[in-house]
């Protein structure tokens, strides 16, 4: 089962850039890191995925080094709309069964 | 395209009782996941169902047992509740392909028990 680990919270500034680091050090060789954004009284929101190297879209990028251990959620230019609770997910296959890991989140606060 | 639909929002229970919680999946997924999130925690995954089968659990008791339709739409039973299963419960669904897990969340069922 794989376990990950992140900072417990982030504050940050309008316009910065912010990276958000997990570690995964069990990540099981075909499963993909994903993170979501969780605002309160909602469901986790899809940002970004990949398997390895770097991925970009239009919000987000996600740095995965050679090794799979861990991975980094790198967002642009973040604003107060961006404070949310960040989650790394891996996907962990056991045997035929699948589990599904999210982090402890991060508490990202963006200042004004 | 619709989105992930669960019913009811608010419920609240008394410890022993059983509930019943409902979840529509978003249009083109095949698969259905449970999370249970507690107050201040991350979501805690209680089982995916794919083809109407149970194929994953996590670290959660027999009481708490799942169905998927053919329909993909799911239900969530839980029996004998207890205080700490006072929480948010999660349903997202997903397309079960190539392994990547992109999950599309619905807004959750507020439970609480007394």
């Known amino acids: 089962l794989a376990k990950t680990t992140q900072p417990i919270s982030m504050d940050s500034y309008e316009g910065q850039e912010v990276n958000i680091t997990c570690s995964h050090n069990n990540i099981a060789t075909n499963d993909y890191i994903t993170w979501y954004q969780q605002f309160p009284s909602q469901g986790p929101r899809f940002i970004i995925q990949?398997?390895?190297t770097k991925v970009t879209n239009e919000v987000a990028s996600l740095f995965i080094p050679a090794d799979r251990k861990s991975s980094t959620l790198s967002l642009p230019r973040v604003s107060l709309s961006d404070t949310a609770v960040y989650y790394c997910l891996v996907g962990d296959i056991t045997g035929s069964a699948r589990q599904l890991t999210f982090g402890s989140g991060t508490q990202l606060t963006v200042l004004p | 395209e619709t989105g992930v639909t669960q019913s009811p929002t608010h419920l609240i229970k008394t410890r022993g009782q059983q509930v019943t919680l409902r979840c529509s999946s978003q249009s083109g997924h095949n698969t259905v996941s449970w999370y249970q999130q507690a107050l201040g925690q991350g979501p805690q995954f209680i089982f995916q169902y794919y083809r109407e089968e149970e194929n994953g659990r996590g670290n959660f008791p027999p009481r708490f047992s799942g169905l998927q339709f053919p329909n993909y739409s799911s239900e969530l039973n839980v029996n004998a509740l207890e205080l700490d299963d006072s929480a948010l419960y999660l349903c997202?669904?997903?397309?079960?392909?190539?392994?990547?897990?992109?999950?599309?969340f619905g807004a959750g069922s507020r439970l609480t028990v007394l």
């Open positions: 990949g398997y390895k």
């Open positions: 997202a669904s997903s397309y079960t392909g190539s392994g990547a897990n992109v999950l599309t």
